[in-house]
């Protein structure tokens, strides 16, 4: 009998039968997807669009072997990724964003009375003996008509000083500030990147150029003084400028005049005036005007009568007049100062009430 593994017929003419090379080749499934070409799938042949039935196969090195449906996740992981690092790069807000932490600079000076302080002559009318040129409250802050400047425009001029605007209002004409320890208001208005310098100051106030809290508003000791009017004496004025092409400013100069008696005193009551000056250097970007935000960036306040040395980080400390025997005048001019002496700030100012 023939060999059961050879054709009836035989073995074909060329052929070669049971020797042939290729018998001992396995064609498994890593042999498969080496592969160069790949035939085409029996879908893929009914449609028609191949003019051959088979087609090279992408040689993806290690990848080669992946579904491609994993390819395909694999290439839109690595856009995504190199999307955001451009973007992380290259983004606008991170080249103009806000600047964070202590951006107010504080100068207190305590103007110390060359006489004693005389109680005012009229207490129903406690500021008669000011000059002319005070109003009463918002009406001195003398706020410029509003216009376009280069970069922005007067809307956004407007919208900055109308929150200008309320934040003296809130910080130095409140009787709740003022006198009842009320600071959430004032926050409200400050950017968020300031807002934790805020905070220090408002909570452990102290000298350091940085953390008066009575460089961001008004505010005196409701244990020692109350307001004998809520009424305030306002002159003072705006301007409006530009830093650079994203940050508008507003300079604040003014002067505030403050009737105070002392705490817990009932009529007839000695009325006292107090006068703050404040300097301050407000600035916006569009992020801040879009929110109703402005950035403190400097103060520099005057106030008196006060006594040289005194305090005045966390509150003003005001020199009240008093009933009885009339007090020693203080000292016409600054206590001496030993430059040796760390024990005060070298920053620390004092000059006498004209």
Same mark, same amino acid.
């Given at each position: 009998? *023939?060999?059961?593994?050879?054709?009836?017929?035989?073995?074909?003419?060329?052929?070669?039968?049971?020797?042939?090379?290729?018998?001992?080749?396995?064609?498994?499934?890593?042999? /498969?997807?080496?592969?160069?070409?790949?035939?085409?799938?029996?879908?893929?042949?009914?449609?028609?669009?191949?003019?051959?039935?088979?087609?090279?196969?992408?040689?993806?090195?290690?990848?080669?072997?992946?579904?491609?449906?994993?390819?395909a996740l694999?290439?839109?992981?690595?856009m995504?990724?190199?999307?955001?690092v451009?973007?992380?790069?290259?983004s606008?807000?991170?080249?103009?964003?806000?600047?964070?932490?202590?951006?107010?600079? /504080?100068?207190?000076?305590?103007? +110390?009375?060359?006489?004693?302080?005389?109680?005012?002559?009229?207490?129903?009318?406690?500021?008669?003996?000011?000059?002319?040129?005070?109003?009463?409250? +918002?009406?001195?802050?003398g706020?410029?008509?509003? +216009?376009?400047?280069?970069h922005?425009?007067?809307?956004?001029?407007?919208?900055?000083?109308?929150?200008?605007?309320?934040?003296?209002?809130?910080?130095?004409?409140?009787?709740?500030?003022?006198?009842?320890?009320?600071?959430?208001?004032?926050?409200?208005l400050?950017?968020? *990147?300031e807002?934790?310098?805020?905070?220090?100051?408002?909570?452990?106030?102290?000298?350091?150029?940085?953390?008066?809290?009575?460089?961001?508003?008004?505010r005196?000791?409701?244990g020692?003084?109350?307001?004998?009017?809520?009424?305030?004496? /306002?002159?003072?004025?705006?301007?409006?400028?530009?830093v650079?092409t994203?940050?508008?400013?507003?300079?604040?100069?003014?002067?505030?005049?403050?009737?105070?008696?002392p705490?817990?005193?009932e009529?007839?009551?000695?009325?006292?005036?107090? +006068?703050?000056?404040?300097?301050?250097?407000?600035?916006?970007?569009?992020?801040?005007?879009?929110?109703g935000?402005?950035?403190v /960036?400097?103060?520099?306040?005057?106030?008196?009568?006060?006594?040289? *040395?005194?305090p005045?980080?966390?509150?003003?400390?005001?020199?009240?007049?008093?009933?009885?025997?009339?007090?020693?005048?203080?000292?016409?001019?600054?206590?001496?100062?030993?430059?040796?002496?760390?024990?005060?700030?070298?920053?620390?100012?004092?000059?006498?009430?004209?």
């Amino acid at each position: 009998m *023939g060999d059961p593994r050879e054709p009836p017929e035989g073995t074909p003419d060329g052929g070669s039968g049971n020797e042939d090379e290729y018998r001992s080749v396995v064609f498994d499934e890593s042999f /498969v997807r080496a592969a160069r070409i790949q035939e085409l799938s029996a879908r893929e042949r009914l449609g028609g669009h191949y003019p051959r039935a088979v087609r090279p196969r992408v040689f993806l090195g290690p990848f080669g072997s992946l579904p491609r449906q994993a390819v395909a996740l694999l290439l839109l992981v690595a856009m995504a990724f190199a999307a955001a690092v451009y973007f992380g790069v290259s983004s606008p807000h991170r080249l103009t964003a806000a600047p964070t932490g202590n951006q107010l600079t /504080v100068s207190l000076v305590a103007l +110390s009375p060359v006489s004693p302080v005389a109680a005012v002559a009229d207490t129903k009318n406690p500021f008669a003996a000011l000059p002319s040129g005070y109003a009463d409250g +918002s009406a001195g802050f003398g706020v410029p008509a509003p +216009s376009a400047t280069e970069h922005f425009t007067k809307a956004e001029v407007t919208r900055a000083l109308d929150v200008a605007q309320s934040y003296l209002t809130a910080a130095d004409l409140s009787p709740a500030v003022l006198v009842q320890g009320e600071t959430g208001e004032v926050r409200s208005l400050i950017t968020p *990147g300031e807002q934790a310098q805020y905070d220090q100051s408002i909570n452990n106030a102290r000298d350091d150029q940085h953390h008066a809290a009575t460089g961001w508003l008004v505010r005196f000791d409701p244990g020692q003084v109350a307001l004998a009017s809520d009424v305030v004496k /306002v002159t003072g004025t705006m301007q409006v400028t530009e830093v650079d092409t994203g940050t508008l400013e507003v300079t604040t100069d003014h002067t505030f005049v403050y009737a105070l008696r002392p705490a817990g005193t009932e009529s007839p009551v000695l009325v006292s005036l107090f +006068s703050v000056r404040r300097e301050l250097r407000l600035e916006f970007d569009r992020a801040d005007i879009g929110a109703g935000h402005l950035r403190v /960036v400097d103060a520099v306040e005057q106030a008196g009568p006060t006594t040289c *040395g005194t305090p005045l980080a966390d509150h003003f400390q005001p020199v009240l007049a008093t009933r009885g025997p009339v007090p020693a005048a203080p000292p016409a001019s600054p206590a001496p100062v030993n430059p040796g002496d760390h024990a005060h700030p070298a920053w620390q100012l004092c000059g006498v009430l004209g």
